[in-house]
C-alpha cells in the first residue's frame, strides 16, 4: 500500500454485518494510541488515488496486549467511503489515522456525578461501549444508564456485549433501547421528545438534573441539536474544563 501522511495500514481480521447496512469491522496492524470513547480515521484511496478519509469512533476498550481495533459503520449508498468500506473482506487492508481524538472521555465525568446517561443514536453507541468496558478507567456513578435510539430492533448491535456489561456493573448499568419505525416492546419515539416529557425518567426510574447528572451525547447531530435545549431546560449547561458543566457530545458529521 502506498504511504499517506497521517494514516498507516491496517488489516481487516473480522466483519460482522448486523444488518444490510450496519456493520462492524475488526483489524489489526495499527498503531494507535488511544482513549476509551476516542475516534479516528479509516480511509481508502479513491480511483484517482487521493485518499477518502472519514471519522469513525472505536468501539472497543484499549488493549494492553492486542493491536485490535473494532468500528461501527453504516454504509451510506451514496458515500464517498463507506460502501467501500462495506466491500472489504477479511485480509484486505485500509488505513487508520496515526491519531485519535474525542471528548466522550471518563476522565471528565465529575466526581459529583451520581448519575450518568450515556444517549446515543445509531452508531453512536460505540465510544460508549469502549468507555464501559475500559478497566482501567471504569466510571463509577452509582447510576449509569446507556440510551440506544434506533430505527429498527435489528439496529440494536452488540447485545452480548451489553449483557456482559451489565451484569459487570452489578446493578449500577441500565439499558435502555429506543425503537421508532417499528412496534416492539422497547420505547418508541426520539431521545429529546422522551426527555422533555418525561417518559425516559419514568421508564428508567432516574431524574436528570443538574444536582445528579452528567450527560455525554453521541449519534445523529439532529438529535443532539434537539437535545441540548432539552438539557439546558433541566438546568443542565455544557461541561468545559474551567467551568465544569453537566453535558459532553460528539457530533458524527
Known amino acids: 500500500m502506498l504511504n499517506y501522511p497521517g494514516f498507516q495500514s491496517a488489516t ?27 475516534f479516528t480515521k479509516l480511509a481508502l484511496p479513491n480511483a484517482e488515488g487521493k ?14 496486549t492486542s493491536d485490535m481495533l473494532e468500528f461501527l459503520i453504516i454504509a451510506n449508498p451514496q458515500g464517498q467511503l463507506s460502501p467501500q468500506l462495506q466491500a472489504l473482506n477479511v485480509g484486505q487492508s485500509l488505513y487508520v ?4 481524538n474525542g471528548d466522550l472521555l471518563g ?23 469502549s468507555l464501559l468496558d475500559d478497566i482501567h478507567l471504569r466510571p463509577r456513578c452509582e447510576k449509569i444508564i446507556l440510551v440506544h435510539a434506533v430505527r429498527h ?49 419514568q421508564h428508567t426510574g432516574v431524574d436528570l438534573s443538574a444536582d445528579e447528572s452528567f450527560v455525554m451525547l453521541c449519534g ?23 467551568t465544569g458543566g453537566h453535558i459532553v457530545y460528539e457530533r458524527y458529521w
Open 97 to 100: 489515522g496515526t491519531r485519535a
Open 107 to 129: 476522565e471528565v465525568i465529575p466526581k459529583r456525578a451520581n448519575d450518568l446517561w450515556l444517549l446515543s443514536s445509531g452508531t453512536g453507541i460505540g465510544p460508549f461501549l
Open 12 to 38: 481487516v481480521t473480522q466483519r460482522t454485518d448486523w444488518t444490510s447496512e450496519l456493520f462492524s469491522l475488526r483489524v489489526s496492524g495499527a498503531d494507535l494510541s488511544f482513549k476509551a470513547g476516542q
Open 220 to 242: 445523529n447531530p439532529q438529535m443532539i441539536k434537539d437535545t441540548l435545549p432539552v438539557l439546558k431546560e433541566l438546568g443542565l449547561e455544557k461541561y468545559r474544563v474551567k
Open 51 to 64: 485518499l477518502v478519509s472519514r471519522a469513525y469512533s472505536v468501539v472497543n476498550a484499549p488493549l494492553s
Open 153 to 201: 430492533r435489528a439496529d440494536l448491535v452488540y447485545q452480548y456485549l451489553i449483557q456482559q456489561l451489565i451484569q459487570l456493573y452489578d446493578g449500577r448499568l441500565q439499558y435502555v433501547p429506543i425503537v421508532s419505525r417499528e412496534p416492539t416492546e422497547y420505547l418508541s419515539g426520539r431521545i429529546p421528545q422522551l426527555i422533555a416529557s418525561g417518559a425516559l425518567s
